[in-house]
T-cell receptor, first 112, second 114 residues
């Protein structure tokens, strides 16, 4: 069953612009992760944010987590054509859990 | 490390045939997962192994699906007999055991059953 729901389903921006993708989930979590999937490839882990963290950065990526609203956002700054991919959020519900539940993803297109 | 290695990359088979997908996880990763990805259902967890032991196979759709992990460096997912609705991309992923690790995915096997 889908725990995370990404929004929007698709996003098209110009190179150099920022891209923001959102994820909402239904039950309490231990951590939330973001993955990227290029067309025809496997998923690549981008960043993990724990439930007691509010913000995390990695290069041009910024992830925020609001556990009171059960939502997270992924911001990609100064986007590049190479950022074109689908982005998925995934949640792990409790400590010791192995189950990582994925949303259906946001398809990002960065136009050169 | 070469990452998670899956084979074959593509498989086209006729309905009723047996299909075997293979996975080599990252050395030292104790957890192994098989996922299936379709447009309609997204990513679905099929089975989870920890230290080579199947822990949760509740996502395996039917008895036609089976998975094994004979050792820490090899796992197989078998479909027998295959049906057109099994057409999907099948991913293997591995991770260290523990809550705060991301998964490393293989490149997937695109299965088409005609």
């Amino acid at each position: 069953s889908q725990q995370g729901e990404e929004d929007p389903q698709a996003l098209s921006i110009q190179e150099g612009e920022n891209a923001t993708m959102n994820c909402s989930y239904k039950t309490s979590i231990n951590n939330l992760q973001w993955y990227r999937q290029n067309s025809g490839r496997g998923l690549v882990h981008l960043i993990l944010i724990r439930s007691n963290e509010r913000e995390k950065h990695s290069g041009r990526l910024r992830v925020t987590l609001d556990t009171s609203k059960k939502s997270s956002s992924l911001l990609i700054t100064a986007s590049r054509a190479a950022d074109t991919a689908s982005y998925f959020c995934a949640t792990k519900q409790r400590a010791g859990s192995y189950q990582l539940t994925f949303g259906k993803g946001t398809k990002l297109s960065v136009i050169p | 490390d070469a990452g998670v290695i899956q084979s074959p990359r593509h498989e086209v088979t006729e309905m009723g045939q047996e299909v075997t997908l293979r996975c080599k996880p990252i050395s030292g990763h104790n957890s192994l997962f098989w996922y299936r990805q379709t447009m309609m259902r997204g990513l679905e967890l099929l089975i989870y192994f920890n230290n080579n032991v199947p822990i949760d196979d509740s996502g395996m759709p039917e008895d036609r699906f089976s998975a094994k992990m004979p050792n820490a460096s090899f796992s197989t997912l078998k479909i027998q007999p295959s049906e057109p609705r099994d057409s999907a991309v099948y991913f293997c992923a591995s991770s260290p055991t523990g809550t705060n690790y991301g998964y490393t995915f293989g490149s997937g096997t695109r299965l088409t059953v005609v």
